[in-house]
């Protein structure tokens, strides 16, 4: 608890949690070292939340049951319906685009909306900056070489 304590106290919220993770994957090492019965314990519980991914990768269980006959099904009508009906299907591939595009912003750390901002109020950000340099002159211009008349 004490180590805790002091953690709060001089750390940064985001050295805070990579601490406790460093912490916590040591203590997770130190349990799959030792083999038995406790080893398989541990190794259950987390197949147990792995499941789902499992059967995703290996298709072979699923190629000729039922569920996965449907899912075929499902596949073709749906495309079939896309073909069909172009206002929806625009519509559709619009939001899809809109939600990629979303999650991409958020990916570049929303850098998009931390401009717009910046627009807004400029002097949010540190001290306002100089004025820009006027641009130089241009340089000056070679006389090109003439023969002198003798």
């Known amino acids: 608890m004490q180590r805790l304590l002091k953690l709060r106290l001089s750390m940064s919220l985001q050295e805070k949690t990579c601490v406790r993770k460093r912490r916590a994957n040591q203590k997770r090492k130190v349990g799959k070292k030792r083999k038995g019965k406790r080893k398989q314990k541990a190794k259950r519980g987390r197949d147990r939340?792995?499941?789902?991914?499992?059967?995703q990768d290996r298709p072979r269980n699923q190629e000729g049951t039922r569920k996965a006959e449907l899912r075929a099904e499902q596949r073709k009508t749906r495309k079939k319906n896309l073909r069909r009906n172009p206002k929806r299907n625009r519509r559709r591939?619009?939001?899809?685009?809109?939600?990629?595009?979303?999650?991409?912003?958020?990916?570049?750390?929303?850098?998009?909306?931390?401009?717009?901002?910046?627009?807004?109020?400029p002097n949010q950000e540190g001290p306002p900056l100089p004025p820009p340099l006027p641009p130089p002159p241009p340089p000056p211009r070679k006389l090109k070489y003439t023969a002198r008349l003798s």
């Not at 939340?49 to 059967?55: A, D, F, L, N, T």
């Not at 850098?111 to 717009?116: A, I, L, P, T, V």
């Open 93 to 121: 591939r619009r939001q899809r685009n809109r939600g990629r595009r979303l999650q991409r912003n958020r990916r570049r750390g929303l850098q998009k909306n931390r401009r717009k901002n910046r627009k807004q109020n």
């Open 49 to 55: 939340k792995r499941k789902g991914k499992q059967m």
